[in-house]
Structures are given as structure tokens and as C-alpha cells.
């Protein structure tokens, strides 16, 4: 599953503002553009493992700082759906 998991990983490290709306609105996640913008602005370059329970708690927290609590939490069930296995 390791790769499964990398592939995951370089996806949400990688993602833009579009396609993160897009996997936002598949998944009934309320995500709007500008949110979107900051949220993959953070992402970019950050290299991180989301199926790291302390990794994603702090990148929650980030997304906090940046979109605000409410889009964090609904980031984090984007998350939990992604990784699922």
C-alpha cells in the first residue's frame, strides 16, 4: 500500500486550487475558490504524508491559521476520505 499512499501524498502536495474544489464538491465538502487559493498555497512544497495522524493534525492547524476552523475541518474529512484504505 505504500505506493497507494505516495501517490496520495504527491497528489495533495501538488493539488490546485481547481482541482482541490473539484474533489471538494465529489465529496460534498464546503471549499470556496479564495479558500481553495490559500489552501493549496500552503500545500505547495510542503511534502507532507497525510496518512501520518500527527503529520495531518498539523496541517490542520495550518489550514486553520490560513482559511479558518470551519474549512479546516471540512479539508480534514477531504483527507479522511482520501485515506481510507
Avoid at 505504500?2 to 464546503?30: G, M, R, S, V
Amino acid at each position: 500500500m505504500k505506493i497507494f499512499e505516495n501517490i496520495i501524498n504527491h497528489k495533495i502536495n501538488t493539488i490546485t486550487a481547481e482541482e482541490l474544489l473539484k474533489y471538494a464538491d465529489q465529496f460534498n465538502i464546503a471549499v470556496n475558490r479564495q479558500q481553495a487559493r490559500k489552501i493549496t498555497e500552503y500545500l505547495r512544497g510542503k511534502n507532507v504524508n497525510i496518512f501520518d495522524d500527527k503529520e495531518r493534525a498539523k496541517l490542520v492547524k495550518q489550514i486553520a491559521k490560513a482559511a479558518g476552523p470551519e474549512t479546516a475541518r471540512e479539508v480534514n474529512k477531504l483527507f479522511m476520505q482520501f485515506t481510507k484504505q
